[in-house]
């Protein structure tokens, strides 16, 4: 399987830490592609017509796209279970917190597209500063979440590190680690994984 990655994006580092962590990483290639918006990529919307990373392209030719799908994939070929709970109420508080992280992941990348990407004169500060205060006030609830305390590892807890760590990465001033100290000490334990210290955004 080949599986398009960027190391600057927290989606595909998902997807990176649950191969590394299921033991699936080795049938895994890492294929580098870059995307940005504003710049046509001819070639990878053939793969992905949203051109977004990133896509699991099974040895068939068929492609798995969006990183919460190729999660649950890869989840399921290792036994299922895994890292997304099969059953039950623990099932269904990971897929919440999962969804709230993952909207959080996605109103940062807005935020970063606006600030960089969107020519100077065009930018909407009150529209990137209300997609920042959503991440924020993300990272609010989980400073009070069970999330960092459940011993099993699951989908919720790595995508939080993945928002932290792009935090570090796109927003190293805005002060997350003073805000939310209980976010600190659950990072710093996560951080003494492999898959989690490997995988963290080389510095921009
Ligand atoms: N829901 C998607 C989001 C993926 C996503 O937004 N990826 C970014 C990279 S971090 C991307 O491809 N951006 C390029 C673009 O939107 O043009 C997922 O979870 O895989």
């Known amino acids: 399987m080949k599986l398009t990655y960027s190391p600057a994006s927290p989606f595909a580092r998902k997807v990176r830490i649950t191969a590394i962590e299921l033991g699936l990483i080795d049938k895994i290639d890492l294929t580098p592609v870059t995307v940005a918006p504003g710049t046509p990529n001819d070639e990878y919307s053939k793969i992905h017509p949203l051109k977004k990373l990133p896509v699991l392209i099974l040895d068939d ?18 036994g299922g279970g895994k890292l997304i709970p099969a059953a039950g109420p623990l099932r269904w508080n990971v897929k919440r917190d999962h969804s709230l992280l993952q909207g959080m992941l996605d109103s940062m990348l807005l935020c970063r597209y606006e600030n960089i990407t969107r020519p100077e004169a065009l930018r ?24 960092l305390s459940r011993s099993e590892l699951d989908i919720a807890q790595i995508t939080l590190v ?11 001033d805005c002060g997350w680690r003073k805000a ?16 989690i210290k490997i995988s963290v955004p080389p510095p921009a």
């Not at 068929?62 to 989840?75: A, F, G, K, P, R």
């Not at 909407?124 to 999330?147: I, P, T, Y």
């Open 124 to 147: 909407w500060k009150a529209w990137s500063d209300d997609h920042w205060n959503r991440a924020w006030l993300g990272m609010a609830r989980f400073e009070q979440s069970d999330v």
């Open 180 to 195: 939310y100290p209980k976010l600190d000490a659950f990072h710093q334990r996560m951080l003494e994984r492999p898959s």
């Open 61 to 78: 030719g068929d492609v798995i796209v969006d990183s919460y799908v190729i999660v649950e994939y890869l989840d399921e070929l290792a």
């Open 162 to 172: 993945c928002v932290l760590g792009y935090a570090d990465f796109r927003f190293a």
